[in-house]
């Protein structure tokens, strides 16, 4: 039985762009230096993790932004349940210290948040 033949276009074909993605691909003039050069692979992987750090900022922002409500809320059950028993109740008063706490916790964890992913970015390989 003979061994099938594959066009020789469709060879060059498929080893040019195997080699262009994978960054092989020869230099041509005005094209930089091996040294400074992406390969599409490194490129599209940087942009997928960019993607992804982006998306977990936007995660973090969200995450803040339902603690804040939530705390708010909180607080103005508490600030309710104080003036509906006319004084300093101590269930109430538990409950508006606990959401100042989270008050105060959802942005540093937030913002740490943010700082640990735009840290991963700028130290992500991109060649």
Known sequence: MTEPTVNS??????????NWALGFAPLEQGT????????????????????AAALSVQDA??????????????QGKAMAMMLASG??????????????????????????AAESVTTAVKTFPRN
């Open 9 to 18: 276009q469709i060879k060059d074909a498929v080893q040019t762009s195997t």
């Open 61 to 74: 922002a969200d995450y803040q932004r339902n603690m804040l409500s939530i705390s708010t809320t909180v």
């Open 87 to 112: 004084g300093m109740n101590e269930p109430a008063l538990v409950a508006y210290a606990m959401a100042l706490v989270s008050s105060f916790a959802a942005p540093i964890a937030a913002g740490l």
């Open 32 to 51: 930089p230096s091996t040294s400074t050069r992406v390969s599409a692979g490194g490129a599209i992987a940087y942009d997928k993790a960019t993607q």
